[in-house]
């Protein structure tokens, strides 16, 4: 019998899961270091709008690192967290193109990518195979 073609793994870890966790570690990165920019020029004398935003986008941050690092070493906490953080922003994003209350500050240019790389990355961590991998 023909056996399907093996990709290939880096310690024991496909090139799915290799490829988003680097690109969730960059996301993560990226919002923190310009979530922090932001709060960094915004006058906190008064609390703007925009001060919501600037600490929604740490914590976002944060929370995609993290996530990242527990789906690196295959925790089912990695995952569902993933999932949960995506599905928040598809949302928060989904609300803000509608112009419905949302997050306050939220800038509506980077909505749709926003919203499309998260489908794609919720799409991703429900394949059969993969919740397999993290529910066994």
Known sequence: MNKPPEFPTYKGRSIGIIILTIAQLLIGGIHVFFGALLLTF????????????????????????????FIWNDKKTGRV??????????????????DLPSIPGMPKAPALAEIAYSLIIILYLSKKSIRKKFWS
């Open 42 to 69: 915004e006058d906190l004398n008064f609390i703007q709008a925009t001060v919501t935003y600037d600490v929604y986008t740490i914590v976002f941050g944060i929370l995609a690192a993290v996530f990242a690092l």
């Open 81 to 98: 967290g993933t999932i949960a953080v995506l599905v928040f922003v598809s949302v928060a994003d989904t609300l803000t193109l509608l």
